[in-house]
C-alpha cells in the first residue's frame, strides 16, 4: 500500500528549463509535505516542505505546489542546472494521528539536467 | 555530515549473525528515526525514537530492534540476519515531531547480508 507515489522513475531536461517533479498521495490525513534531495552515497537533504494550509511555497529556484482536492503536488525548479542532477524524493506526514511526525517517503525520481 | 554520525559506513556480513548500527548526534535533538532505502520503495521507517528509552515501531520493523540509551545514540540491531535485510540504512534527527528544522539525515549505512 504505497501511500506516496512518485509515478516518474526518472526525468532529464536540458539546463536553463524547467523541471517538474509529480506526486500523489492517498491518505487524507498527511497535511504536512516535503521534498529532499538525493546525491550518490550521501543521505536526503531537506529541499523545501509545504503545509496543507498553502497551495505555493517558493524558495528562490524551487517552488512546491499542492493541489489537495486532487492529492497531489509537484515540485518546480526554474532554471534547471547540472547539479540539481539527483534523486528526489516526496514525503509526506501529518500532525495528527498515527501518521504524526512520520515522514512517508515516495519511490523517488532521478533527475538528470544535461548541460 | 555535520551533527550526525553513522558508523559503520559499509559492512558485509552473512545470514544468522547479529549485526549492530550505530547513530551518533551532537545536536541534542529529541527524535532519532531509522529508515532503510531500497529500490522502488524509497525511504521506509523502521523505528525511532522519542527520548531516552523511548522508542516505536515503523512501518518495517520486523526483524529489528532499537535502543537509545543515551540523548546522542541510537543504534539498530538485526538480531539475526537475513538476505531481505540487505539495504543502505539512515538515520535521522529532529528537534521535534514536525518543525521549521525537518529531519535531518546521516549518510547512511551500506549492508550486506550473504
Known amino acids: 500500500d504505497q501511500q506516496v507515489k512518485q509515478n516518474s522513475p526518472s526525468l532529464s531536461v536540458q539546463e536553463g528549463r524547467i523541471s517538474i517533479l509529480n506526486c500523489d498521495y492517498t491518505?487524507?490525513?498527511?497535511?504536512?509535505f516535503l521534498w529532499y534531495k538525493k546525491y550518490p552515497a550521501e543521505g536526503p537533504t531537506f529541499l523545501i516542505s509545504i503545509s496543507s494550509i498553502k497551495d505555493k511555497n517558493e524558495d528562490g529556484r524551487f517552488t512546491v505546489f499542492l493541489n489537495k482536492s486532487a492529492k497531489h503536488l509537484s515540485l518546480h525548479i526554474v532554471p534547471s542546472q547540472p547539479g540539481d542532477s539527483a534523486v528526489y524524493f516526496c514525503?509526506?506526514?501529518?500532525?495528527?494521528?498515527?501518521?504524526?511526525?512520520?515522514?512517508?517517503f515516495g519511490q523517488g525520481t532521478i533527475l538528470t539536467v544535461h548541460p | 555530515d555535520a551533527g550526525i554520525t553513522q558508523s559503520p559506513r559499509h559492512k558485509v556480513t552473512e545470514t544468522g549473525t547479529p549485526v549492530t548500527l550505530r547513530c551518533h548526534q551532537t545536536?541534542?535533538?529529541?527524535?532519532m528515526y531509522w529508515y532503510r532505502q531500497d529500490p522502488g520503495h524509497g525511504l521506509r521507517l523502521i523505528h525511532y525514537?522519542?527520548?531516552?528509552?523511548?522508542?516505536d515501531k515503523g512501518e518495517v520493523s520486523d526483524g529489528y530492534s532499537v535502543s537509545r540509551s543515551k540523548t546522542e545514540d541510537f543504534l539498530l540491531t538485526l538480531e539475526s540476519a537475513t538476505s531481505s535485510q540487505t539495504s543502505v540504512y539512515f538515520c535521522?534527527?529532529?528537534?521535534?515531531?514536525?518543525?521549521?528544522?525537518?529531519?535531518?539525515f546521516g549518510d547512511g549505512t551500506r549492508l550486506s547480508i550473504l
Open positions: 545536536e541534542n535533538h529529541r527524535y
Open positions: 525514537s522519542y527520548g531516552v528509552k523511548d522508542t
Open positions: 491518505n487524507s490525513m498527511f497535511d504536512y
Open positions: 535521522a534527527i529532529s528537534p521535534e515531531r514536525i518543525s521549521n528544522q525537518p529531519q535531518h
Open positions: 514525503a509526506a506526514t501529518g500532525y495528527g494521528g498515527t501518521s504524526y511526525g512520520k515522514l512517508t
